[in-house]
């Protein structure tokens, strides 16, 4: 079963414009992650933030996490046409040995 | 660096065919994955193995059987393929903690007619 759960599934938005993705989970979790894909590739690993941090910075990337709400957001800053793509949110569950369990992902097409 | 690789990137099979996927990562990573993406559905896991030797099923394990083969090699194996196994299959590897980020293949996409 997923365990994330993304938001929007597609975003539509013109280059230079930021661009915001959500992420709902149910179950406590040790890390959250956001994957990218682009049409016909693998998924491309992004950022990775761990339960005890609430928000954080790679770039144009800024994510945020909210235990309390069992929510993450991602968002780009300054979009580019090449940032179109899918986004993942992937958690990582605070028991034992486990996998990463995969949302259905947000498609965001990025316009010059 | 290669990364992670597999292998046919594309097959069409007739339904009752068997096949095998082929993975293979030089990272010397620890822990391998099999995941099935499908329109609409997100990741599923299959199959993984944490470290050489073991293997466990994931979300989706039916229809499927997996050896990690050695530390750099997991393959997949549909014994009598399924159209409902159409889908594109991905190998992902994770070195050290469980808890770290996947490195993924660039997929294989087949089709059971």
């Known amino acids: 079963s997923q365990q994330g759960e993304e938001d929007p599934q597609a975003l539509s938005i013109q280059e230079g414009e930021n661009a915001t993705m959500n992420c709902s989970y149910k179950t406590s979790i040790n890390n959250l992650q956001w994957y990218r894909q682009n049409s016909g590739r693998g998924l491309v690993h992004l950022i990775l933030?761990?339960?005890?941090?609430r928000e954080k910075h790679s770039g144009r990337l800024r994510v945020t996490l909210d235990t309390s709400k069992k929510s993450s957001s991602l968002l780009i800053t300054a979009s580019r046409a090449a940032d179109t793509a899918s986004y993942f949110c992937?958690?990582?569950?605070?028991?034992?040995?486990?996998?990463?369990?995969f949302g259905k992902g947000t498609m965001l097409l990025v316009s010059p | 660096n290669a990364g992670v690789t597999q292998t046919p990137k594309f097959q069409v099979l007739k339904t009752g065919q068997s096949m095998t996927l082929q993975c293979a990562q030089d990272m010397n990573h620890n822990s391998m994955y099999w995941y099935r993406q499908d329109p609409g559905m997100g990741l599923r896991l299959i199959y993984y193995s944490a470290s050489e030797g073991t293997t466990d099923k994931g979300e989706v394990p039916n229809g499927y059987n997996v050896s990690r083969l050695n530390k750099r090699e997991f393959s997949l194996r549909l014994e009598s393929a399924a159209p409902s196994q159409t889908s594109v299959y991905f190998c992902?590897?994770?070195?050290?903690?469980?808890?770290?980020?996947?490195?993924f293949g660039e997929g294989s996409r087949l089709t059971v007619l």
């Open positions: 933030i761990r339960s005890n941090e």
């Open positions: 992937a958690t990582v569950p605070n028991s034992g040995y486990s996998t990463l369990t």
């Open positions: 992902a590897s994770m070195g050290g903690s469980y808890t770290g980020e996947l490195f």
